[in-house]
């Protein structure tokens, strides 16, 4: 993961508490240097850019700065090789924020999993819960390197699952879910990984624990195997059916 803080007068009208929500970001394609903010309508034009969401992970209003975190790859794409390299005084394009992807803090207890995609989210999640919230949060990482602390309830349960081959082998993050004893009362679900991760869990919520569409937030954030454009035609036949 790294962790890249934006800045700057266009972020003035940026609004607080939106940690969680996604931002679409907008990269361009190629070996470029975005010093100079005036390149951008250049790269609009010739639609050398790519655009891809990311989750907001802080916005410090005092000082008008925007953290997000990447997960970075060996091959990464457009995005993951930006921030890769990614020095002071680069830019970049945004959008939004979207809304926010919360767990309702009235629940009588949570449950929240994911991969490291979801991991921003799931900490922006963790860190607005009530201070008496109990729970578990399960978090797909590659190495023990990758864990981070999370300023989250005394009574929320975090574990860390090592998963070196994340999409590939799909079933650590759903038998790590499915092992978690059931409690009594109304959860709140939170889920976001990889595609068929997602149905997976998705099923069990629904289909074995009986969690009601109220109470079940469930997202795929990518899919093993396909680019992003292919995940989101997927995401949106799944959606639709």
């Known amino acids: 993961m790294k962790r890249i803080t934006l800045g700057g007068e266009h972020l003035a009208a940026f609004p607080s508490g939106v940690e969680s929500a996604h931002v679409k970001l907008t990269f361009p394609l190629g070996k470029e240097k975005m010093v100079q903010p005036s390149a951008w309508e250049a790269l609009f034009a010739k639609k050398s850019i790519s655009t891809r969401p990311y989750t907001v992970r802080k916005f410090d209003a005092a000082s008008g700065e925007l953290e997000i975190d990447f997960v970075l790859h060996e091959h990464g794409g457009p995005a993951g090789n930006w921030a890769a390299r990614a020095e002071p005084g680069d830019t970049i394009a945004y959008a939004g924020p979207g809304p926010t992807k919360l767990v309702d803090g009235a629940a009588d207890w949570f449950l929240l ?21 109990i729970g578990h949060a399960l978090i797909e990482i590659t190495c023990e390197a990758d ?38 009362g109304v959860p709140a679900v939170w889920v976001a990984c990889e595609f068929t991760a997602m149905k997976s869990l998705r099923g069990y919520f629904k289909d074995e624990r009986s969690v009601g569409k109220n109470q ?23 959606m639709a059916s």
């Open 147 to 184: 864990k981070q602390d999370i300023a989250a309830p005394e009574g929320i349960e975090i574990s860390w699952l090592i998963n070196a081959e994340p999409g590939r082998n799909q079933h650590i993050l759903v038998d790590a879910v499915r092992e978690i004893p059931w409690r009594s």
């Open 216 to 238: 079940l937030y469930a997202s795929s954030y990518w899919k093993y195997g396909a680019t992003e454009e292919e995940h989101k035609r997927v995401k949106n036949l799944d």
């Open 113 to 133: 999993a994911g991969d490291m995609t979801a991991l921003p989210a799931i900490a922006a999640n963790l860190e607005q819960l009530p201070k008496d919230a």
